[in-house]
């Protein structure tokens, strides 16, 4: 299992850029935009492991894991 497994990633459509756009919370922002949703989430996947081999190769922490809290069934 790849340790960015352990993180939420969204992709959603935002108005103001006119793209969807993809971030991990607690790893990285906003940070992959485009027209396709699928190609989107494909990207953000690549920069999350990126991200979190950078935090590891710096001898940084890496942040609690967010999947696997349940957190679409607490949306209100």
């Given at each position: 299992m790849k340790e960015?497994?352990?993180?939420?990633?969204?992709v959603e459509w935002s108005d103001e850029d006119q793209s969807f756009v993809g971030q991990c919370p607690g790893i990285i922002g906003p940070c992959c935009h485009g027209d396709d949703e699928a190609q989107v989430y494909v990207e953000l996947c690549?920069?999350?492991d990126?991200?979190?081999?950078?935090?590891k190769r710096d001898g940084r922490p890496l942040p609690?894991?967010?999947?696997g809290r349940n957190l679409a069934e607490n949306i209100a």
């Amino acid at each position: 299992m790849k340790e960015s497994t352990r993180y939420i990633k969204l992709v959603e459509w935002s108005d103001e850029d006119q793209s969807f756009v993809g971030q991990c919370p607690g790893i990285i922002g906003p940070c992959c935009h485009g027209d396709d949703e699928a190609q989107v989430y494909v990207e953000l996947c690549t920069t999350v492991d990126e991200w979190i081999a950078l935090m590891k190769r710096d001898g940084r922490p890496l942040p609690p894991p967010t999947a696997g809290r349940n957190l679409a069934e607490n949306i209100a």
